[in-house]
């Protein structure tokens, strides 16, 4: 049964408190964040240099992550905040202690 069971997340980038905002999905977070940090890959993340994950969530279907993506790209500006705030008030990039 584990051989079935994927895991997808949904993820918010900043480069600073309050700054700019990156919604993503990926089925790898660890992976992502680190092309993210390393720059990898070219485009609005590297551009502006959002490198540091404030916020995820975990689904089990792609199709779940993708509607909740799309649900939070449409969110105001302020709802995004709050939700980041919610569990990381001090804006501390969550990956800051991943081994890469």
């Not at 993210?36 to 916020?55: A, E, P």
């Amino acid at each position: 049964m584990r051989g079935n069971y994927h895991q997808y997340y949904v993820y918010i980038l900043s480069n600073k408190k309050n700054g700019t905002l990156y919604i993503g999905v990926t089925n790898d977070l660890e992976r992502r964040i680190f092309e993210h940090k390393r720059k990898m890959i070219s485009g609005f993340t590297s551009k502006y240099d959002l490198n540091k994950l404030m916020y995820f969530e975990q689904f089990q279907y792609v199709n779940d992550a993708i509607k909740r993506e799309k649900q939070l790209k449409n969110w105001n500006r302020q709802w995004k905040i709050d939700l980041i705030e919610k569990t990381n008030q001090n804006w501390i990039d969550l990956s800051i202690d991943w081994k890469y």
